[in-house]
């Protein structure tokens, strides 16, 4: 998978993706775009995880903003630290880049913190604050907020598929978190989540913007929400 374009319903703010990984995610979400409903899943995604050798011929260049492993999840458990490192050096040969790294186990961020390109930002995905374990076998959300409130460096988080959660949690975890910007989006592949009311979202966007000076970034995928709130 050569360095692609970034397009579509990805986030905005990127100018390229890249991938090295095989194999399929141990974190298994009923949501993951992988699994898609009418081709299934591509053979690149299957089996155990590995390294795509070709990959590694990719040249960057420069004046880009790349997410790494945005079809799969580079700090998951079962990715070895060879891989990670080997991944990351390769970004730091292009160092006029800036990196975007995500994932659901943040926890890990801190044993690589040391080589990550500093012109890198970390995020982590967090979808409610409330139990999950029927949707994702990633960590909890609990012990992503944990890592990523303790983590020192440039952050974001994003929150899509967005879920039905508790309002003033959130507003705790975020705030706490501290994150350059806060991306929210809703599920764009009808997987029958359970999910809050577009008022509930307004309510916690409006407080971490007015209150704490979050930048929101939302996604278009929330009009079928705000839709479904003016037909009741």
């Known amino acids: 998978m050569p360095l692609k374009k970034s397009k579509g319903n990805m986030y905005l703010w990127l100018s390229h993706t890249h991938s090295f990984l095989g194999g399929e995610c141990v974190h298994k979400c009923k949501y993951c775009y ?17 390294l795509i050798e070709k990959e590694f011929d990719t040249n960057y260049g420069e004046g880009k903003t790349i997410f790494i492993e945005h079809m799969n999840d580079l700090f998951a458990t079962n990715v070895p630290d060879t891989f990670i490192a080997r991944i990351i050096d390769h970004c730091l040969r292009f160092p006029k880049n800036t990196y975007v790294f995500q994932t659901k186990n943040p926890g890990r961020y801190n044993k690589f913190l040391c080589i990550i390109p500093p012109n890198s930002i970390l ?34 988080l994003t929150m899509e598929p967005v879920l039905r959660f508790d309002v003033d949690v959130m507003v705790k975890w975020i705030s706490e978190i501290k ?37 929101i970034i939302e996604k278009h995928n929330m009009q079928r929400l705000i839709d479904k709130e003016k037909t009741k």
């Open 34 to 50: 992988i699994d898609n409903p009418r081709f299934g899943r591509a053979e690149r995604y299957k089996g155990e995880t590995r």
């Open 179 to 215: 994150p350059e910007f806060f991306n929210i989006g809703a599920d764009s592949k009808g997987h029958g989540l359970i999910e809050p009311t577009y008022s509930e979202i307004v309510k916690l966007t409006d407080t971490l913007r007015d209150k704490y000076g979050i930048k």
């Open 123 to 156: 995020g982590t995905t967090i979808e409610t604050n409330r139990d999950m374990s029927n949707v994702s076998k990633a960590p909890p959300a609990k012990e992503r907020y944990e890592a990523m409130k303790e983590l020192k460096f440039r952050k974001f």
